[in-house]
Structure formats: structure tokens, C-alpha cells
Nanobody, 126 residues
Framework: QVQLVESGGGSVQAGGSLTLSCAAS??????????LGWFRQAPGKEREGVATRDFYGDTQYADSAKGRFTISKDNAKNTLYLQMNELKPEDTAMYYC??????????????????WGQGTQVTVSS
């Protein structure tokens, strides 16, 4: 089993920065290679992928995140990060980290991802 615990959310003014963390644990996580990702869901909206780090360490970003967000992983700490700069009010959402050993897409494939954290709220005020 894999456990994911997010932290680092909070309230910030537009233009500010936040770094989200996702601590991963579990035997399966240590013996398999996982695709890791950050997703978000704003009230009344569909969940969307923000950034992913695939099985080879390559990263992809949603258009809305390109140039502002950076996904990274500290292998020694088994922790995934999302550095978010130049935050905008439209970035306000619940942010979730996720992991899967088979799927890595953020479209319809996101519903196949097996492991999810509980979420951390990010609120950006104008």
C-alpha cells in the first residue's frame, strides 16, 4: 500500500508563492517506480492535472502552470514537491498529490490513478 500526505497549503496574495509537499510511504512505493502528479479541484469545477513526473523523471505541466509551477522529487525523503510562483486567484483550489505504477495521464486516465492524498487547500486572494 502507498500512503500520500500533502502539506504546505495556505492563503497567499496574488503574486505570492507556496510550496506544497507530498510525503509518500509504503512498501510498494519503495519497490516500484511510480508516476507522480499534482492535481487540483476548484469549487464547482472538474479536477484537473497540474503537473506530473513520469516513470523516467520527465515532467509535464498544464498550460496554466507552465513557467510558474515546478514539480520535483526528493528521492532520499520520498517527498514530491510543487513549487508555485506568481500565484493567481484562479489557482485557488484543493490540491492533491497522486501516484500510480501504471497510469500517468491527466485526462481521463486520472480516474485510474490508484493512490491519492487527502488534499491541501490553496487560496489566492487578489
Amino acid at each position: 500500500q502507498v500512503q500520500l500526505v500533502e502539506s504546505g497549503g495556505g492563503s497567499v496574495q496574488a503574486g505570492g508563492s507556496l510550496t506544497l509537499s507530498c510525503a509518500a510511504s509504503g512498501y510498494a512505493f519503495r519497490v516500484r517506480t511510480y508516476c507522480l502528479g499534482w492535481f487540483r479541484q476548484a469549487p464547482g469545477k472538474e479536477r484537473e492535472g497540474v503537473a506530473t513526473r513520469d516513470f523516467y523523471g520527465d515532467t509535464q505541466y498544464a498550460d496554466s502552470a507552465k513557467g510558474r509551477f515546478t514539480i520535483s522529487k526528493d528521492n532520499a525523503k520520498n517527498t514530491l514537491y510543487l513549487q508555485m510562483n506568481e500565484l493567481k486567484p484562479e489557482d485557488t483550489a484543493m490540491y492533491y498529490c497522486a501516484a500510480d505504477w501504471q497510469y500517468c495521464g491527466t485526462g481521463q486516465d486520472q480516474y485510474e490513478w490508484r493512490h491519492w492524498g487527502q488534499g491541501t487547500q490553496v487560496t489566492v486572494s487578489s
